[in-house]
């Protein structure tokens, strides 16, 4: 474990113009410090133990919501740098908007410098696209919970496998309309509802259809609205650990959502190639923190806070689903055995 640890902490050292490939995604949140990455909201706690990574089994999924037409799989496509969304594996004819909100996954095993990493894209397409969009949310709610039932019952499993098969969902990604007005009622309601089950970071798609004025001041009328409807987005407040991390994410805070463009095609740009997007005025620099967020956005998934918003699923979301289902078991069996509920101790409970 040694000799590994030396052996990349030399690559990234060494080489600072190496290419964004994948151990550069695992270990660029990992070596920040040595890294230098974009973002001013850099490791602190959240600095992940490399022999925890090298020990378990790398993995991560992520869920995508928004609708049709606000760039969710070129998104992701663009942060991985690769082909890992669900349109672009499985492209086939022009998919039709179907009628109810689907649950669409695909999962990937990558494997790089020895290091292995599962990535689980979770795609809704249907969401927002009807004329009546109401309890569009519940079938995402649904799925959400599905996969924490699933591992509780793993979990307490009398023959309980060595390593537990994780599906939970560590991240929704919410795509905001880039109108640049309010945010609409099916937005509040959905963050309202999903953000006690999961982890949300919100962020305004197609931001380049938005002047600097217009998107500054879309961001601001989004986080006064988040604000007045009680609605807590990833990292949330009550989770700061000490100071230096309260001081860390106030920065994170105040800059969602990220106003994101994303791209997959590379442009000669001054002699350099780089990932944007082609306008009459110009080109667009995806990771050119002038023209849009998305290096931030990248770094807080990718680059800082992965293991953190992995940890606060397990520790919060999961724990709470988990509380309450055991709760609701003990109650069904007092009142099979004719206990009263108020019987039930802290502890039983």
């Keep these: 474990a040694h000799f590994i640890f ?27 410090p040595l890294c230098k990455p974009l973002a001013p909201h850099c490791v602190s706690s959240h600095c992940q133990s490399f022999f925890f990574l090298i020990a378990c089994h790398f993995f991560v999924c992520f869920l995508l919501t928004g609708q049709s037409g606000l760039g969710k799989s070129t998104l992701m496509n663009t942060l991985f740098k690769s082909k890992v969304s669900r349109k672009s594996v499985l492209a086939t004819a022009q998919e039709k908007i179907p009628k109810t909100v689907e649950i669409k996954s695909i999962s990937h095993d990558i494997e790089e410098k020895g290091v292995r990493m599962k990535l689980t894209v979770i795609d809704t397409p249907g969401f927002g696209d009807q004329i009546n969009n109401e309890n569009c949310w519940q079938p995402i709610m649904k799925f959400i919970n599905d996969q924490y039932e699933a591992y509780l019952q793993e979990e307490i499993n009398i023959n309980r496998k060595k390593r537990i098969p994780d ?95 994303g791209s997959d095609q590379e ?36 680059r800082t806070h992965m293991q953190n918003i992995k940890d606060i699923t397990s520790s919060i979301h999961y724990e709470m689903y988990r509380v309450r289902r055991l709760n609701e078991n003990n109650t069904m069996v007092a009142h099979a055995n004719g206990i009263p509920e108020h019987h039930l101790t802290a502890h039983e409970m």
């Design 167 to 261: 599906s939970r969902v560590h991240c929704c990604i919410y795509f905001i309309p880039p109108t640049g007005h309010c945010l609409r009622p099916l937005d509040v309601e959905f963050m309202r509802r999903l953000s006690k089950v999961v982890n949300i970071v919100p962020v305004i798609a197609k931001a380049d259809t938005l002047t600097l004025e217009e998107r500054d001041f879309f961001k601001k009328k989004i986080r006064e609205e988040l604000r007045a409807n009680g609605i807590d987005v990833y990292p949330q407040k009550e989770f700061d650990e000490d100071a230096e991390d309260r001081m860390i994410n106030e920065k994170i805070r105040e800059m969602i959502p990220f106003a994101v463009v």
């Design 267 to 302: 442009y000669q740009v001054n002699g350099r190639r780089l990932l944007g997007r082609k306008t009459k005025w110009g080109t667009i620099e995806v990771e050119n923190i002038a023209h849009c967020e998305f290096a931030y956005l990248r770094d807080l998934l990718i």
């Design 6 to 32: 030396l052996k990349f902490s030399h690559c990234l050292s060494s080489s600072p113009s190496l290419s964004w490939s994948f151990y550069r995604i695992l270990f660029g949140f990992i070596m920040a």
